[in-house]
């Protein structure tokens, strides 16, 4: 049931976002704060729009990426089904390249499900 | 109101499938099956996966694959509202270099709103 | 000495950016706004600026994003040495997958030649 | 039995590479020669070499590239049935983002089947 | 002589594609499926199919795609130049940034050399 | 003040570099030299040019490619606010995916900070 390898990658993530606020310029700023805005709820809700992000990012295959939806989807209540079928859109579009990332977003994923959704 | 550059688009794309199922195999004859079967609903709705298949095809910038989930989505019964958003989040996850793809899919999504969902 | 092929896809441009932003949304015109501040002048030159933009869309393979930081490298002064150079190192980057649009830059550029710099 | 398209194609590929070659330096001169390098016989034989090069054009999804492949597989004497295999394992590992390129190369291929290898 | 890093790394590969299983649902079943059946000897050999999957996934910049064609590949009984051949096509297709992948592959292909082929 | 993250980087970097000479062939051997020379000051300033080749691997996502721009970057005297201006353009061009590797394109930087230029 730990969690500890996916708050390991959180804390290292802060971090250097930290540091990355330190050498950003206006245009750096600007675009951190565009990336938070984009998966805003609007017309689609948020879960949807988590899981355009992990689609996105699995046929982009990085696992970073991967790793920051695959907890925004738990924290939106997507369901594991909902998760594999979308997972499984992004295999068949990105082809057997995306395989160890898809390997490594469900190890994520079913670390988040030994853990209560509080954060 | 016209939407004769998407079906031209359509009737290319019949021609060429059938000229690939002349030369296929049994491993891509399945893709191709395997492909259909990706998107039809389940967990999640037909629409929602057509969403994904258009933010993946954005983000890995392919022309093609986006005309088709575009077409695909408003035969789902996908708002306009609903689907810029899905497209702004593969501008912000793919960067500016999906940008001239961006414009080709709201040029191809502006035809299809002259025209009925019927086919 | 025509650019014409150049002009036509100035049109083309200026007419699709008009209809997404009549789609767009904030992220999307928040981005777009973004993708223009980024090449201002400040510790780097403008045309230095220019020269990134380009090998970036070189080695990201986008023909439309090439012709478009060719244009805009013209404009800033670079001469054809460096711009030559410049995309040498995007060709040794992105491997002999890049060729083509390494082709339609240098033709671009060559059509470009042949113009007063003046708009 | 017409191989016209591939005709204009190679026309307009000479014209292009003669312009490369006016702006080139040392550096683009010289990875064009190790371009050609590449493929020539050794331990595998050019048919291997090009199926190579061919599957890796269609993995990046280059359309370019894989009508030359083609036109080289054509040459070196493939089969239509190796060539077909050798796709599909490029339409696996790249997955149905190549399937408009897929398409598109077997399109080639089937002008050329038409024509006698005399070139 | 040892194979350790391999050795954990099939180890792993194992308990990841158990833990997908147990997510996976019917296209992702049917996808592993058609992954295995792409490789089996057909009009190509087992050893060129493995090179042409290889090769893709050097370009493509897989680490752990690479590593599994790289083992493929020894046990089709590829040799070394056969090996070295193929990954030069890769490099010069998809250019210096497949760099430190081709670095990772040839350390595991030379630690696959002092072992014997017999799993 | 320590750089031990880069000289180990640097060391491993050596070591498997050694190894590719002892499989390569010509092709692979040329390239090398290729790779090598594209950097070299010409019309550009060696600055300028590592800037570029840091850009390209940057919209690439390739890890161990910026590492080595990020050190020759500060060899060649690029200022902080140079290179910053210079990693906001990736960004915009390649999306919010290159994201992680600004990050550890930074915190590389940031190391080099601490450490006289003495290379």
Known sequence: MS???IDDWKAE???LNDLVMQYAGLTTKRFFSLDGQA???GALPASTKELLGLVASLVLRCDDCITYHIIQCHEA????AELEE????GLVVGGS???PHLRRALRAW???QGAPSTE
Chains 1, 2, 3, 4, 5, 6 share one sequence.
């Open 39 to 41: 998966y805003r709820p």
């Open 110 to 112: 079913d670390e988040l």
């Open 13 to 15: 993530r802060l971090a």
């Open 3 to 5: 969690t500890s390898h």
């Open 77 to 80: 209540g997507v369901s594991s």
């Open 97 to 99: 390249i995306t395989i």
């Open 86 to 89: 979308a997972l499984s859109i």
